[in-house]
């Protein structure tokens, strides 16, 4: 977090790794940034706050998850009032964050976070029987043509066919006992990126996809050359 990003804030930056699993999927992107703030109090670690009548914490969540789905590691971003042992911090947030949110790491002199350009997801869809034949090759075809495009929800709140070939750095598709599992990795920049969830509408109207269930996890972020980035 550079100081324009967290205000000029003068602190102990770090930046923590959080797993979110199971039914917290469910918290929401600011819930999850209160559970977060609420777990580092009760252990009793220091975060430093804005100045002025409306306080606030420095706390922020690299790139928003999408409600519903589970993370390896989601990075949140700090700024503490003193110094601590960041390898101190996961054993002791650990201690009393909910289940399914547990702190992997925790570290100083973290990339910034509008490096990141593309994310990795691990996508599994359940499917009726009637629906696996040759489904692979289909969506295959379809999410990696050069004219593969999704409908995106304008700010007008309108729909509006949108280019998102150049979006999509790879897609992956094998077969599963009960259905298929996806692995596509796909921007998620600072200036827009591209949700699992338009591949499957796509899917479904282009194609018939209908998958009796789907769990969508973001396992990794990468920069601009495809490495990784935490």
């Known amino acids: 977090m550079s100081e324009q990003e967290n205000g000029g804030a003068a602190g102990y930056k770090l930046r923590l790794v959080v797993a979110k699993e199971g039914r917290?999927?469910?918290i929401s992107h600011l819930d999850m940034m209160r559970t977060l703030t609420r777990a580092l109090a009760r252990a009793g670690v220091p975060l430093k706050h804005s100045e002025g009548f409306h306080q606030r914490a420095y706390l922020s969540l690299v790139r928003p998850l999408s409600l519903g789905y589970e993370s390896d590691g989601e990075l949140?971003?700090?700024?503490?009032?003193?110094?601590?042992?960041?390898e101190t911090l996961p054993e002791r947030l650990?201690?009393?964050?909910?289940e399914g949110i547990r702190v992997k790491a925790a570290f100083e002199n973290a990339i910034n976070?509008?490096?990141?350009?593309?994310?990795?997801?691990?996508?599994?869809a359940e499917l009726p029987e009637a629906c696996g034949d040759g489904m692979e090759k289909k969506l295959a075809a379809l999410w990696l043509a050069p004219d593969f495009s999704v409908m995106k929800r304008?700010?007008?709140?309108t729909y509006q066919e949108t280019a998102a070939a150049e979006q999509i750095r790879s897609v992956e598709i094998e077969g599963a006992a009960?259905?298929?599992?996806?692995?596509?990795?796909?921007?998620d920049a600072p200036d827009g990126g591209l949700n699992p969830s338009y591949l499957l509408a796509a899917a479904q109207e282009k194609l018939g996809f209908e998958p009796l269930l789907v769990r969508c996890r973001r396992t990794g972020f990468f920069n601009a050359a495809g490495e990784p980035v935490a």
Do not use: H, M
């Open 24 to 26: 917290s999927a469910y």
């Open 76 to 86: 949140c971003d700090i700024v503490l009032a003193q110094k601590c042992a960041p």
């Open 94 to 98: 650990n201690r009393v964050l909910p």
């Open 113 to 124: 976070g509008r490096e990141i350009i593309w994310a990795r997801y691990e996508i599994f």
């Open 154 to 157: 304008t700010k007008k709140g």
């Open 178 to 187: 009960s259905g298929l599992k996806i692995a596509a990795v796909l921007k």
